[in-house]
């Protein structure tokens, strides 16, 4: 049966049909144990941190709650990306693996309301957990009295709402484009280990041997959503940029400081939502079984 029939709607269209589903999802992952693992590794990260003291450590002017953020950050470009991938994967190939779709369509849910609510709600389970860790950090810092940098917290919020956007769309798009739950999972530690494996060191290597213009190879490096997460990380530490070397000077003289943590959150969201729309198109054209 061909999802591109006429959808069914609820009694109240496309925004409850998104709530519903986005509820369920949300349900049903908090009771799965990929999210409690997933909670204890973000939890746990930030009670190491202050367990081991790196509040009080000093690293290039850096102390007190910013020197933890700025670990933690580090931390979850790492773990993010990949947790969000598997985790995602799952969600339309399993789906079909299970025979879900074969009562899709009897029930009044739209199918734009069913894709885009299991986006939004998995969303919100995913950022949730990150977003608790780091808040739980500034709230004992406010305790403990140590001084909490505000702007940078805000500004990392926004950073790992992105990201985590980022990838989820990305998910969606190859958990449509998968016909099982394992070619998914292998297809999204692909994209993960080829974004990893896509930063400085094989720019800098394709640069060298074909001769690139530095401008070429920072857009190229720019097109990658962790290495510019990764970019505007080390802007909130280092306004100039110094551990980029030279290609520091492109990117400053292209967007500003600003202007480039404004393009390290619109473009990753643009990104994630461009997949997630192209997915949700091969989505409605292709076969339900």
């Known amino acids: 049966m061909s999802a591109s029939q006429p959808e069914k709607r609820g009694d109240g269209g496309l925004p409850r049909d998104l709530w519903l589903v986005a509820k369920l999802d949300a349900i049903e992952s908090l ?4 999210f ?7 939890g746990g990260t930030v009670a190491l941190l202050f367990t081991f003291s790196i509040t009080e450590s000093r690293i290039l002017g850096f102390m007190g709650l910013s020197r933890l953020l700025v670990t933690y950050i580090q931390i979850c470009m790492a773990i993010l990306p990949i947790f969000v991938l598997i985790s995602t994967v799952r969600s339309v190939a399993g789906d079909r693996e299970a025979g879900v779709f074969e009562y899709l369509l009897s029930l009044p849910v739209t199918l734009g309301g069913w894709f885009w609510g299991k986006l939004l709600g998995r969303f919100v389970v995913i950022f949730l957990p990150v977003f608790l860790a780091m808040a739980a ?11 909490v940098p505000w702007k940078i917290f805000g500004v990392y919020t926004a950073l790992l ?3 985590a956007w980022c990838f989820l769309g990305v998910g969606m798009l190859i958990s449509t484009l998968a016909r099982s739950t394992d070619v998914a999972q292998g297809a999204a530690f692909v994209v993960w280990l080829f974004l990893v494996l896509f930063l400085d060191l094989i720019l800098l ?3 060298i041997q074909e001769k690139l213009p530095a401008e070429m190879a920072v857009s190229i490096s720019l097109a990658n959503p962790l290495q510019v ?3 505007a990380a080390m802007m909130l530490f280092d306004p100039n940029l110094v551990l980029l070397g030279p290609s520091a ?7 500003g400081n600003f202007g480039y943590l404004v393009w390290s959150v619109a473009y990753p969201v643009a990104l994630g939502t ?6 949700f198109a091969i989505f409605r054209r292709g076969d339900l079984p």
């Open 31 to 34: 009771r799965a144990r990929w």
């Open 36 to 42: 409690g693992v997933y909670t204890l590794v973000f």
């Open 137 to 147: 950090g500034a709230g004992w810092a406010v305790l403990q009295e140590i001084p």
């Open 161 to 163: 709402a992105a990201l």
């Open 205 to 207: 290597g394709v640069m």
């Open 229 to 231: 997460f990764r970019t």
């Open 249 to 255: 000077f492109v990117i400053l003289d292209a967007f």
């Open 274 to 279: 461009f997949c997630a729309a192209l997915g």
